[in-house]
């Protein structure tokens, strides 16, 4: 049998194919899948199993015309396969390559960027309503989670969904349970005839009879919900206002094609739930779908395979062990998740502490104002969270946690840049973002030791306190046992230089270490961004011509703004040159080949000083003169 993926190079030619061979497509699709990840690492469960979905839906719609929005958009490999970009696949998330998630620069078929959770009925609702406006006749389809459904803004826009006239379809992923096969198939059928036109128009004209005799027309509505009741979910959706079909099988494209041709051809708001398995096709994932969801590279018939060394201890398993032995300690701590158990460290807590662990699903702003009313009862909330994910919950730390002053640690994890997810998941906006809200403070640990030890400082606090750190592992400095804290708001010495002072907030402490070898530079490990160690600064601003501030998070805002505002305020002139991250995206890839794209490297920072402070004579001479330049960005 000739292979058929090499000649799909858009969905028009997926669309002339004939159903019957539709399944060898979706083998192919599968096994282009699996073999890229292998070799680049990325999302693999969750791609696995939206291979027959994502080829029926560029079957029965006109894509790009039709418009696809994707809800995370973690499962888009499939998508990005059949709509020209199969040959970069091996591209996939390294530096100049396709991105793991739509991108709208990217393709005409990539509609609308995702990358975090319950943005896609929202996104697909606006294009749906713009067609009409505009008097196209095009379609817009969401599809979205489960584990997405969880989150508020979804029903939010459900609940605005449903009560406008428009070519919307919303698919559910559902991909947390299983259909047994006498189900599946009574379900096909069903799902087919409350899809089709005969079933809409049935309903249609007994609504209109039936009006006339109020209490008959009221019975009959009851019996409707009630019998589908009886073999599909509750009727929930449809108070919402949409026509709810399902559940089907999602890998049956029997099922799949003709009840996705039937409800393209109704009216108003659909709603079709679609049942999955992640991992679908590949043994090792679907017994394992978790381990498997973002693997790096691994050979398929092996499977993953554990390193013959031991890794360095990742920042996630510091504040994992740490978590647990400061609740062993200390009764009143709790741990909140929200939906991020693996990739926040909290799998060992839930197995120690099940009454202190609670996953609050995709909600981040229910996680922090949760947080909030158990701080209000005198307990020690920890809301483990990535620094890209609290930007959901901004409103709720001003609002419900720091106006109120409540003691509620806040463990951001992904500090900084994170890699091959790219822009949407870098954690660059928490310095600045924190540091201006009143009661809040920041640490930035600079190492694995610190970072236990940070954690300690900040659990000790009566008021709200952050602790970012990054993703992997750092410097490789042991952690201590106890749960020793460190000074509240104070820095350190690291190396005694001349005339130039770094000062390093978090892990660049160790790059800049090295440059200031080269440079005879003073290095100071700041420790906190709030509060600053001001006395440290001014000591150091005192004995030095130049001061370079330095932070893996955004200048405009930054610790280096923190930095440079703290000497005005003291009257200290001295030229100040700020290193972070730039006033732009950084898209994916390895993240040591980025920071030193952006200079953050060690010999990036030492050319930037060089630059910068070059010579030495001249820059005295000012200083004497009285003279300074101002800072830079």
Known sequence: MAPLLPTIHDPSALRQLDRTQLKQLAD??????????????GHLSSNLGTVELTVALHHVFNTPHDRLVWDVGHQTYPHKILTGRRERMPSLRQIGGISGFPQRTESEYDTFGTAHSSTSISAALGMAL??????????????????????????????????QDCKLLVILNDNDMSISPPVGALNRYLAQLMSGNFYAAAKNVGKTVLRKAPPLFELAKRLEQHAKGMVVPATLFE??????????????????????????????????????????GYKLAEADPVAYHGPSKFDPAIGLVKPATAPKQTFTQVFGH??????????????????MREGSGLVEFEQRFPERY???????QHAVTFAAGLACEGLKPVVAIYSTFLQRAYDQMIHDVAIQ????????????????????????????????????SLACPADEAECRQLLSSAFAQDHPCAVRYPRGAGAGVPTKPGLEALPFGKGELRRQGRRIAILAFGTLLYPALTAAEALDATVLNMRWVKPLDVDLLLQTAATHDCIVTLEEGSIMGGAGSAVAEAL???????????????DRFIEHGDPAKLLAGIGLDAAGIERSIRERFGVAEAANTRLSAGKTRPGVM
């Open 130 to 163: 713009a067609a009409r406006l505009k008097g196209e006749d095009r379609h817009a389809v969401a599809i979205i989670g489960d584990g997405a459904m969880t989150a508020g803004m979804a029903f939010e826009a459900l609940n605005n969904a449903g009560v």
């Open 568 to 582: 005005q305020a003291a009257g200290v002139q001295r030229p100040v040159l700020q290193l972070g991250l730039p």
């Open 358 to 364: 609670h996953d609050v699903g995709i909600a981040e």
């Open 28 to 41: 192919e699709v599968r096994s282009c899948v699996l073999d890229n990840v292998s070799r680049t690492g």
């Open 322 to 339: 740490w978590l647990c032995d400061m609740a062993a300690q200390d009764s009143r701590l709790i741990g909140i998740t929200p939906a």
């Open 405 to 440: 002053k409540l003691p509620v640690v806040f463990a951001l994890d992904r500090a900084g840049l994170v890699g091959a997810d790219g822009a949407t998941h870098a954690g660059a906006y928490d310095i600045a973002f924190i540091r201006c809200i009143p009661n809040m």
């Open 239 to 280: 108070q919402f206002g949409f026509n709810y079909v399902g559940p089907i099988d999602g890998h049956d494209l029997d099922s799949l094609v003709p009840t996705l041709e039937n409800l393209k051809h109704l009216h108003g708001p659909q709603f079709l739930h679609v049942v999955t398995k992640k991992g679908q």
